[in-house]
């Protein structure tokens, strides 16, 4: 972020913000443990952050392939009486699903009843990685580009040079993704002639 601009807005403060917002509507008093208080914040916290990208993600990759894809365990049903549900039985055996897995003994076979759990399967094509550092090398060539107003380009140069792929927010924008969204904002900014001021 250029200086001017780290001056009057704290992403850190705002993202805190947000996070704090989100876990404090978990009632202080459901559940009894410290354990079991995070748990649930931590619940709160991926249903209303990262369920919506999931499904997003779920929606956009089955439509493309014309496929209907239900997901069963989203029903609001559901997922209002599982946040009721004490950890330790969530946490049954000390595995993920614990319960889910238990209740459904009796209708899969055993090695896809205790298997490791696995999420969606990601493919790091390196060519995309290889276009999309391209073009935003190519944007922050030129200097009058928007979005070097407002961040700086010896930041974005560490991005496109850097050897870890994984930010400090986790594996949902890697490289990659954080490049393409630089690009998508410099082509925002163009396009409609946003000014800054």
């Known amino acids: 972020m250029q200086d001017e601009f780290a001056r009057c807005v704290n992403p ?36 209303e952050w990262f369920m919506q990208t999931l499904l997003d993600r779920k929606d956009r990759m089955s439509m493309y392939n014309g496929l209907e894809v239900r997901v069963p365990f989203c029903d609001y049903r559901i997922v209002e009486y599982l946040y009721t549900v004490p950890w330790e039985f969530k946490d ?11 209740a459904m003994e009796s209708y899969l076979p055993e090695e896809v009843l205790w298997r490791k759990k696995s999420p969606y399967p990601k493919t790091h094509n390196p060519n995309y990685t290889a276009a999309v550092s391209a073009n935003l090398r190519e ?35 890697t490289n990659p993704q954080i490049i393409a969204y630089l690009l998508q904002i410099n082509y925002w900014l163009e396009k409609y002639k946003i000014m800054i001021i």
Do not use: C, F
């Open 92 to 102: 049954y055996m000390g595995r993920e699903k614990g319960l889910l897995r238990k």
């Open 12 to 47: 850190e403060k705002y993202v805190y913000g947000k996070y704090a917002s989100t876990i404090g509507k978990v009632n202080p008093n459901e559940g009894g443990s410290s354990l079991e208080h995070r748990m649930r914040e931590m619940m709160r916290l991926n249903l």
């Open 139 to 173: 944007v922050i060539a030129n200097p009058t580009a928007p979005l070097l107003r407002i961040v700086k380009k010896s930041e974005i140069e560490k991005l496109l040079s850097a050897d870890t792929q994984t930010q400090w927010y986790g594996q949902l924008m």
